[in-house]
């Protein structure tokens, strides 16, 4: 096996060979700058201790934790001694295909889609590992490291399942430790998927709640609770957040002036959309493009 397909270009991560999920060690001393991927982000603590940096602050890392981002979000690490980190890269497109169903499912639903963005935590989730199901997940993950020697057009099941079960461990961990997630009770209500793939097909159409329930049949505060109840969010809310990860996404990958991105994504009123943006990424679109934009590789 050659070295980790993941390079930082001007503070952004790109998977360069095109790998259709991507695991494998990462060793840390002093710091590593702050920086962001336009994929999903997993890294689990397997050795050593470091401070993580984000928009949500300063944490201590131990060995056992675990932080999942969104693509867009950006991140660093402080005070590295010995950081043994064990990350999981997957893209986007790979979570709304091969990935849709585990909407439908309400720990993965939760740890996937909508627990990083709600409780104001700005796409990112993190939980902790006990002995037990650590040494499970990195059997997953040294797995799915092995099978980068291996043509993804004949493993590609392969891959999906050991990503599958690495991420299902997440999953129960993070409901252990809070107990409280949403839709627990029973499998997502069909009416919720479709608002899903709806708002998430047509980002740039100007959504109303009204509109949006009179779609799925059903009046606007039924449509909220049944919402809500499945994945902790208001319909518009998520909404939302899928708007400004893609808008993220096209700040990083095009040329598009930002005018065009706002709109592009439902955000016609630029001073709205400068809002937004910077109350999801901490900075305004023109900081995040300067700070981590680069053309010449992409996912």
């Known amino acids: 096996m050659h070295g980790p397909p993941v390079d930082v270009i001007k503070g952004m991560v790109y998977i360069t060979d095109g790998s259709l999920a991507y695991a494998g060690h990462h060793f840390h001393e002093d710091s590593h700058p702050v920086h962001t991927h336009s994929f ?17 602050g300063q944490r201590k890392l131990e060995v056992g934790d675990v932080i999942l981002l969104r693509p867009g979000v950006w991140h660093g690490y402080e005070e590295c001694r010995g950081l043994d980190l064990y990350n999981c890269c997957f893209s986007n497109e790979l979570l709304q295909r091969e990935l849709a169903w585990t909407r439908e499912d309400a720990l993965l639903g939760y740890l996937l889609w909508t627990g990083p963005n709600s409780m104001q935590r700005r796409g990112m989730l993190t939980t902790r590992l006990d002995a037990q199901a650590l040494k499970e997940c990195v059997i997953h993950l040294d797995a799915l490291a092995r099978l980068r020697d291996q043509p993804v057009d004949r493993h590609r099941g392969d891959i999906i399942g050991r990503l599958s079960l690495f991420l299902s461990h997440l999953a129960r961990a993070v409901a252990a430790s809070r107990g409280n997630i949403p839709g627990r009770e029973g499998p997502t209500h069909p009416a919720v998927l479709e608002a899903m793939h709806l708002l998430e097909s047509r980002l740039d159409h100007k959504w109303t709640l009204n509109e949006l329930a009179e779609e799925l049949h059903l009046t606007p505060r039924y449509l909220i609770r049944l919402f809500k109840s499945a ?26 002036p930002i005018t065009q991105i706002g709109q592009a994504v439902g955000w016609a009123d630029q001073n709205y959309f400068a809002r937004r943006f910077k109350a999801h990424y901490g900075l305004t679109a023109t900081t995040y493009r300067q700070r981590f934009t680069h053309h010449s590789l992409r996912l």
């Open 40 to 56: 999903v982000e997993i890294a689990v603590v397997t050795g050593g201790q470091a401070v993580h940096k984000s928009l949500t």
């Open 231 to 256: 994945t902790g969010l208001p319909p518009m809310t998520y909404l939302a957040q899928h708007r400004v990860e893609k808008a993220a996404s096209l700040l990083l990958h095009t040329d598009q």
